[in-house]
């Protein structure tokens, strides 16, 4: 079961990465403030696709041991990390679908 909450932070971590570069400068932005230095993120632009990739695979794995594969034990500690587990890969999965549509929500917030 911890392979399964790392893959999950795992995807999370990923997806914040690949939305990193554009996301905190735009939410500055949008509030009316200015942050000079989160354009040092703008290096991370390139490996978006690849950030991006991962999350999915994280997720994927995270989904299959999560949904698909009966568990082990019905003990109450495995019931309480299979929780756990599925929260952490819904939080990843919102991540994923955030990195995946910001730049489309900051042209519909800015148009």
């Known amino acids: 079961m911890r ?9 999370v971590i990923a997806s914040f990465l690949a939305a990193s570069c554009c996301v905190g400068p735009a939410v500055f932005v949008l509030f ?32 299959v041991n999560l949904y698909i594969r009966r568990p082990s034990c019905n003990c109450a500690e495995d019931i309480r990390n299979r929780k756990i587990a599925r929260v952490i890969f819904w939080i990843g999965l919102v991540a994923v679908v955030f990195s995946l549509t910001f730049r489309k929500l900051i042209l519909w917030i800015y148009a």
């Open 3 to 11: 392979d399964v909450k790392l893959s999950g932070i795992g995807s």
């Open 32 to 63: 009316g403030t200015s942050a000079g230095f989160l354009s040092k993120l703008s290096f991370l632009e390139k490996y978006r696709p690849y950030l991006l990739g991962v999350a999915f695979l994280g997720l994927g794995y995270s989904f």
